[in-house]
């Protein structure tokens, strides 16, 4: 069972939780073996992550879809599983965003000039 959980003692919480919705198990009748956080196989690369949710509301039991673009699961799915044009629209390997305000660093900035600084290129 794979649970999201902010820390190792809400984690082991929810596990209880579930455990005692699917089987009849108590905390007192089990035990917990290992509880370790799962690493990525390669953080440094973005991916898409999809969630497949099923919640109850008062009008009754709804299924929802999510999908993140992220550089972890824990953090957020195969592009072509992405359904929302949101995300879609990232998915060029070849992507390129304005750098609208670039200012000069102090080492590469002249002391004197005859003209004035031009950040917008």
Same mark, same amino acid.
């Given at each position: 069972?794979? !649970?999201?959980?902010?820390?190792? @003692?809400?984690? &082991? %919480? ?7 919705? #699917? ?8 035990? !917990?073996?290992?509880?370790?956080? @799962?690493?990525? &196989? %390669? ?7 999809? #969630? ?70």
């Amino acid at each position: 069972m794979r !649970i999201f959980a902010p820390n190792h @003692v809400v984690a &082991k %919480s929810r596990f209880w939780y579930f455990v005692s919705q #699917l089987k009849k198990m108590k905390k007192s009748s089990g035990e !917990i073996v290992y509880c370790g956080q @799962v690493f990525e &196989k %390669s953080p440094l690369r973005v991916k898409n992550f999809g #969630l497949w949710l099923r919640y109850d509301s008062r009008s009754g039991t709804h299924n929802m879809c999510r999908a993140y673009r992220d550089l972890t699961t824990a953090g957020a799915i195969a592009a072509s599983k992405c359904r929302r044009p949101a995300v879609k629209q990232f998915h060029d390997s070849k992507i390129k965003f304005p750098l609208p305000h670039r200012v000069l660093r102090r080492q590469h900035k002249p002391r004197f000039t005859t003209k004035r600084p031009n950040t917008f290129f």
